[in-house]
RNA sequence: GGGCUCGUGGUCUAGUGGUUAUGACGUCGCCCUUACACGGCGGAGGUCCCCGGUUCGAAUCCGGGCGAGCCCA
């Protein structure tokens, strides 16, 4: 019994951890992999081991195809979830504490959870580089980051504007357009008389203070007149132009919508169109303040039902009706965003300038592409980079106490904290030694954004572009996207040839794996009853970008595989003990032989081009049909019993051929089941099979026509023993004789003689075969109708007819015959006949296969 | 509301213009044949989501509809 849980233990204590380091100075071509940084939670669940299993494949492909890889594991720490559950951990709030303690907090708890993750990445068996780790809150990361931070200002790719940005009201801090997800939520759509020739619907009546233009569609004829026209803004004193925007929909409440600076991104959109006025009502703890008039202090969910309740009184709250709609949420606490103006950090994003780059770039599949093409073109603003947060890579700068001089650091100073230590400079405007530190930190892409310049050695890259990008796609519009950006400003080039994108992974119950549907499966779970290497097979089944759902049949079923795998190589260590491998032995194979070899290089072949192509679905389907069902089911069993009982040379040319099949099955499966391959390579061979290369196409082997005499010596062989079946005889039953006529020049009887445990002879004529009739069986579908009423007596005549004039009805294919004076040709076709053959007076049965004739004589 | 992906025996799935539609799991029957019973051999089981079009020919291409998932507004 193979068992997976104690051999791969096994390998996992003799494996060295340099076994897979790179090497910048090898002489070998260099394939290096941006891998994915996962954010460290403590848990590396399926989705990762998904991503990473490909990731794998792939590395462990090219080391075999002697390419040095470079396979790096970063962890991408900085971020609010941290902050978030160590707050919860210490039950404090971050402002409770010093920054730096606060953070020191962070970083402790995140070491712990990248230490949990190591270890179930290690028992999967990823073939990282341990050496090329990376963690973006250490500080030889994040100065990075900083020096980055720094160039790209310096370029004037990052400034520091006013603008709207997306506010989360709990977390206190700007979010990236990014960050919102969206929630269907009811809520009332508010009709409220502005005028008597203006009514508008809202959702949001208490930013009705904030409300700095009114808008119709230009084409709506019911308001065509009010364009141009001013009209009062309810709660306020002032008064808002009307204005004409195709964007408006007049089916939409009244047709009539106010534009509030801000409502949503479409009042952002109308308020740059138009270059509006601002009136911002809102600060950044989510409450009015003094533009808001008599709200002022109040929540937006205070101010609203004030609001309403003012309006009602006055009469202008004219009617509510409850509505679905979308609302933009925090992705962290899902609490509503708002839209407010404010001082932020922003990236210059240059649309053309990265789809450009980004149609250069190998998408795998295709189509992933256009989610980035999408995305970037819906873009509406520059991305904001800063964040009101600790747990965070800082923005290294400085501003003058007296002028308010911006001071960036220089790159000699990082890593720096500028709310720790002062610029060792005065300001280069007024001379001023008083500095204050910026607080706002940047926000977390900005670090992970950097990884291939960062593995390739940046800012001294020794090479680049970086070979792969393999990621998932739920962050093609983020990481990939920002990646490119980033690549483009600091290094005027790609950050990949190529980006492979994985799907995400589902429970068995087809929904997101997630703890509220409680359809979560650990990694854990899996190895622990079934091994790493079945876990990592489940992910080869899919399809590269679809989303895959978690199947444990699968599980079971490679589970399965590793157990055939298994006691093959136990059938070749055991017959192959004194028997080592030598090119002589070539010369003696016979036809089985030469056909699965032919086979096999052809596998050999396909598996090559699935691999390079990312199909490893269709890699280790193939590797799995042939092993299984042309190797053990076929192969095997028709050279046992040459192996048990053939001469020597027969036995040389078989135990050759099992040794040869084994040495490139177990090279083929190795980057899927690397555990499985080691030891069955160990059996037999010597080294780690991760170091040999990866089987090539021996043409040598190839051979069409020993493939044809091999698949007419498996299907004789099949055939046999389905006549066995029928006849309820053991498979290894012996019959009398076979005596097979094929149109090959040539069979290798001592095969199928020892496959099928009885005598064989071909013969280079057909036989001389008696055929009598023994019975025919009228078909009377066919004679019922033709002849109605005479029919009984037709079939009465041809009961009593002799043995001679059936078997000419059947070799002649039709006969005449007198009923009652009339003369009626019957045909053969009318009747299924029962034969009876006969060769040298002895009773035979005949089976076809597509070239031979096979007599069986029991 | 838009974009992308998908819809194939009970379940999951292969198949992107051409014999009888692939395989896995499950199911049924037979067989413990000295590598494996986590095995072998054999069988049953399908309106290829619906409608229309292109074509000599459509699961496959096109259009529409219905349904699912993902991403976005």
Known sequence: MYNAKEVEEKWLKCWKEDMYSFDWNSKKPHYIIDTPPPYPTGSFHLGHALNWCIIDFIARYKRMNGYEVMFPQGWDCHGLPTEVKVEEKYRIKKNDVPRDEFRKLCVDFTMQNIKLMRETAKRLGFSIDWSKEYITMKPE??????????????????????????????????????EIEYRKTKTFLNYIKFSDDVVIATTRPEL????????????????????????????????????????????????????CTFGDRQDVKWWKRHKLELRNILDRNGKLNEFAGKYAGLTTKEARKRILEDLALEGRLIKQEEIEQNVGICWRCKTPVEIIPAEQWFVKVEKEKILEAARRIKWVPQHMFSRLESWVEAMEWDWVISRQRVFATPIPVWYCKKCGEILVAKEEWLPVDPTLTSPSENCPRCGSNEFRGETDVLDTWMDSSITPLVITG????????????????????????????????????????????????????????????????????????YGADALRMWAASGVIGDDIIFSWKEVVAASRFQQ???????FTAMNTKDYRMSEEDRRHLRD??????????????????????????EALKAIRTFTWYEYADNYLEIVKNRIYSGSEEERRAAKYTICYVLSVLTRLIAPFAPFMAEECWNQIFDGSVHLQKYPEVDKELLSEEFE????????????????????????????????????????DTKDISGATNSKVELVKEEPNVEISVKSLKPKFAIIGPMFKDKAKKILGKISQLEKEDLKKLYSERELDIEVENEKIRIRSDWFEFELERKIEGKKVVLIETKNSLIFIEE
């Open 141 to 178: 990361y994040f100065s990075k980051t900083q020096l980055s931070f720094i160039r790209m200002y310096k370029k004037g790719l990052i400034y520091k504007g006013y603008h709207p940005v997306v506010l989360c009201p709990r977390c206190e801090t700007t979010i990236a357009l990014a």
């Open 208 to 259: 009705i203070p904030a409300c700095v233009a009114i808008a119709v569609h230009p084409k709506d004829e019911r308001y065509k007149h009010l364009v141009g026209k001013k009209v009062k803004v309810p709660t306020t004193n002032y008064e808002v132009q009307i204005i004409a925007d195709e964007d408006v929909d007049p089916s939409f409440g009244t047709g009539i919508v106010m534009i």
């Open 458 to 529: 940046w800012p001294n890259v020794k090479e680049y572009p970086t070979h792969l990008r393999p990621q998932g796609h739920d962050i093609i519009r983020t990481w990939a996207f920002y990646t490119i950006l980033r690549s483009l400003a600091l290094q005027n080039e790609i950050p990949w040839y190529e980006i492979v994108i994985n799907g995400m992974v589902f429970g068995e119950d087809g929904r997101k794996m997630s703890k509220s549907l409680g359809n979560v499966i650990a990694p854990e779970e899996i190895v622990e009853k």
């Open 564 to 570: 055939k795998f298994w006691s093959i190589t136990n």
């Open 592 to 617: 089985a032989d030469r056909w699965i070899l032919s086979k096999l290089n052809k596998l050999v072949a396909e598996v090559r081009d699935h691999m390079e192509n990312y199909r490893f679905n």
């Open 708 to 747: 044809k005499k091999g698949e007419e010596v498996k299907e004789i062989v099949a055939s046999i023993r389905k006549y066995k079946h029928d006849r309820n005889l053991a498979l290894n039953a012996p019959l009398k004789r076979i005596i097979i006529f094929t149109k090959f020049d040539s069979l």
